[in-house]
């Protein structure tokens, strides 16, 4: 069964800093895989999602890399700004099924 | 751009009451999910379908039933509700290919009490 773990469940940093997210899952025969971002007690928007045969994608400030063999994906948040403090899941496909989440990274960007 | 709605931001329900919770999409997409978040647990998919009139557990059912009587529409049931579905809920919506983006709708708070 397909697990997702992120890793820290919080970070807080700085504003201005670039900082890095992570996501590892347990099967690497994904079909692709979704970052969102959730702001307190609203629901999920999705920032990036990266094909299985891709290896990263971009959207402005932000840049997600994934490793399938390896089970790893990467958020990347260039240059940071107290408006992106949220919450940011990521989650994984096998094919026409239910995505399958982790448990999130929060994080507070600090003026 | 995607929208997907949900009846109601908060509810409040006393134990034993039967609550629907209601779910609509008005991109046509095929299939529809209910989940429900918790804090330290993260997201459990309920219930999802992948068209209308068919429906597939996930994994917590108990304690709920949903109806698809209409493409664009995805309601869940709390037959009688208990104080440890106090939850926030949401619905998502995905169109029929793999590669596509699932969409959510702004959750629903549920208080029973």
């Known amino acids: 069964k397909q697990e997702v773990t992120q890793i820290p469940a919080a970070l807080s940093v700085p504003e201005g800093e670039n900082l890095v997210l992570n996501c590892s899952f347990t099967?690497?025969?994904?079909?692709?895989l979704q970052w969102f971002r959730q702001d307190p007690g609203k629901g999920l928007t999705s920032l990036l999602l990266i094909q299985s045969s891709q290896r990263e994608q971009t959207s402005g400030r932000l840049n997600a890399s994934l490793d399938k063999s390896s089970g790893r994906s990467t958020l990347y948040i260039a240059a940071s700004q107290p408006g992106d403090s949220a919450t940011y899941l990521c989650?994984?496909?096998?094919?026409?099924?239910?995505?399958?989440f982790g448990k999130g990274t929060r994080l507070s960007v600090i003026a | 751009d995607v929208k997907v709605t949900q009846s109601s931001r908060y509810l409040v329900k006393r134990t034993g009451e039967k609550v629907f919770l209601e779910c609509v999409q008005d991109m046509d997409h095929e299939n529809m999910f209910w989940y429900r978040q918790d804090p330290g647990l993260g997201l459990r998919l309920i219930y999802f379908s992948y068209d209308v009139k068919m429906k597939e557990k996930g994994d917590i059912p108990e304690g709920y039933s949903v109806s698809r009587e209409k493409k664009e529409r995805f309601s869940l049931i709390l037959e009688s509700a208990s104080t440890n579905q106090t939850s926030m809920y949401l619905c998502?919506?995905?169109?029929?290919?793999?590669?596509?983006?699932?969409?959510f709708g702004p959750g629903t708070r549920l208080t029973v009490l």
């Open positions: 989650a994984v496909s096998s094919g026409n099924t239910p995505l399958v």
């Open positions: 998502a919506s995905k169109a029929g290919g793999a590669a596509d983006t699932q969409y």
């Open positions: 099967d690497s025969a994904i079909y692709n």
